[in-house]
């Protein structure tokens, strides 16, 4: 390495976050040429004098220094300051004329700008100390050097903390945010939005707007094409089968034209989706825990994912509006707005981190117009896939019960294996030992919570099935829950506790939905539409038992008009439809309605059938 850039690097740290971002610009900055100028010099220099140069903002390692021979002086020759423009030749180094040839940028920095808050956070066994700091340097404002500041608006924070406590040791939080919006020349635009919080939370869900954290996104945009890449969201409601929205992460290709639109994401999902339908209680506003589609009880709800629906209607969230929910326990409250009795309906549509596998979503939509938009199709591909090569949990057991899974088929409630394994006795984590009794002549094996190191050897999975229907519960005595007492059976052998000593296995599953449109303007009154969709469901990509009912469809047809008349003063308007929608039918959002059960009369708890929907609406209207 040069040695004037080894003693430049030891010199003030604003030379050296100057140097990176000259790097930065120096690599990154296509019209990096009409911006630099070059100088070319004869001097006379002596060893330990400083030389000033011309201009004090050298571009680095631009120089070349020869002496009157012709010869290049070395590294360790000269010492160069590029932020200074100074120049000192090394006491080693001949005194004599030199040409000197260097670039420098034709505009300097001016002045640095930092704005610091001191913030002062304190309770009882804890002081959380930090620095808010907004930063701002004139290389990053300089027109022709960087990002333009008059074509980029760019606006964010930087901020660092340290909490102590007594209970706790030092630990250090940052945060980051930053906007940019602009034109990046030649007609790209670009939007972007960095944040990075080291928060082990979720947004507050209290406000009816929330923050997002942990977010990166960038768009750019040329006229018709844009590009997304990281956490941007996914929303199709402009259809009747197969609508969706996600929050995810990936990278995503879109055109917008007048006559056509095209769109394809390649992602990986934040979340699944599920919906709850919760029984109001008499008196009570909450709150009401939401529970995941395999039935799960604890996990984290997408902050700002949920849509919750009392008695058919959507509600707004905020303490002042019609509810608040805790995304870290999926509890719901509403607020003093609502009365809730037994007779609420409530109904919550959201997405939740389950953990089971990595979770892969592809979608695509396409667009187009005939004849002067007389004519529309419209097509509409979407498939949701769990990696059954990636568990996130104990992968090594997933691989012992990866045969046994995949003879079940889609039986989900056969997905279970014992819980118990012989791992050796480990203080840090809850050991049982084995111990046998005797109840009505039959010999029963239970196990015991332990702390013998040469007894408590097994480690024990236990999985809530419901009330009466294990032999364990969750003992008061334990830590974070994490440990189970044996109850016996009552006298009539009936079970007593809620948990089993079982490992309950979710398996893998794929659902594609792939949809088809048309829309025909037969008049300026009179339109046809049309859509058939087929969606494919495979409840557990492990097994190829009972895939032969994987398939079904979904079709509509309608007939609407407007405006015929009936005479001077009214006319007629309305539609005739007919709706079909099969058994196994599936969608990766809501297909009906919130209400749909309950406007049909149809018992949740039956299974469905095939439904076949004519309608009629007509509606008069009188000028």
Known sequence: MKANFRMWLAGSVRGRIRFALLLLTVCGCSTLHAQVGSQRDTVILSPGDTFQLAHD??????????????????????TIEYDGGRLWLAEATPPGRYALFYRYFQEGPEKEVALRKLR????????????DVFYQDPILEQNQLFLESERIRKSGSLSRGITVGNNRSLSVTSGLRLQLEGDLGDGLQI??????????????????????????FLRLTKGAISTTVGDYEINRQDSRFARLYRNVQGLQFEVR???????????????????????????????????????????????GS?????????????????????????????????VITNITRIVVDFEYNDRYFTRSLV???????????????????????????????????????????????????????????????????????????????????????????LRAIYGVVFTFVGQGMGS?????????????????????????????????????????????????????KWKITHETAVSSEDQNRLSPVGDGDNEDIATRTALSFEQVKLGDSLSLAGS?????????????????????????????TEERLDEQIPQLHLLKRQS
Not at 57 to 78: K, V
Not at 584 to 598: F, I, V
């Open 191 to 216: 939007v972007g939005s960095i944040t990075d919080e080291n928060l082990p939370i979720q947004p507050d869900g209290t406000t009816q707007e929330i923050s997002d954290f942990d977010k990166v």
């Open 472 to 524: 364990y519960v969750q003992s008061r005595a334990g830590i974070n829950d994490n440990v189970f007492e044996w109850v016996a059976p009552d006298i009539s052998g009936s079970l007593t506790g809620d948990f089993a000593p079982v490992r309950t296995w979710v398996l893998p599953q794929l659902l594609q939905v792939a949809e088809l449109s048309a829309q025909l303007k037969i008049s300026d």
């Open 306 to 338: 949920e849509r919750v629906y009392l008695n058919g209607k959507l509600m707004q969230r905020g303490e002042n509006l019609d509810y608040v929910i805790d995304y870290n326990t999926a509890e719901i409250t509403f607020t003093a707005r609502h």
């Open 257 to 303: 034209q007048p006559e056509t639109q095209a769109r394809i994401s390649g992602a990986v999902a934040k979340g699944k989706f599920h919906t709850n339908t919760l029984a109001g209680q008499e008196g009570i506003s909450g709150p009401y825990r939401l529970t995941g589609k395999n039935g799960e009880r604890f996990f984290i709800v997408l902050a």
């Open 363 to 453: 979608v695509a939509d396409l667009s187009q117009s005939f004849w002067d938009d007389r004519l529309r199709l419209k097509f509409a591909y979407s498939r949701d896939a769990d990696n059954p090569n990636a568990p996130f949990d104990d992968a090594e057991a997933f691989e012992q019960a990866r045969d046994s899974l995949s003879r079940i088929g889609d039986l989900q409630g056969l997905a279970t294996t014992s819980g118990v394994s012989q791992l050796g006795y480990d203080a840090d984590l809850p050991r049982y030992e084995q111990r046998d009794t005797l109840i009505n002549g039959q010999t029963i094996t239970y196990y015991v919570y332990s702390k013998d190191s």
């Open 120 to 131: 002062i956070q304190a309770d009882s066994n804890q002081l959380e100390l930090g620095v």
């Open 57 to 78: 903002f050298l571009l680095p390692f631009s120089e070349i220094i020869r002496n009157e021979q012709g010869g290049a002086l070395q590294p360790d020759d000269y």
């Open 576 to 604: 005739m439809s007919h709706q079909f929608i099969g058994q196994k039918y599936q969608n990766l959002d809501r297909l009906y309605q919130a209400e749909y059960d309950r406007i049909w009369n149809l018992p949740q």
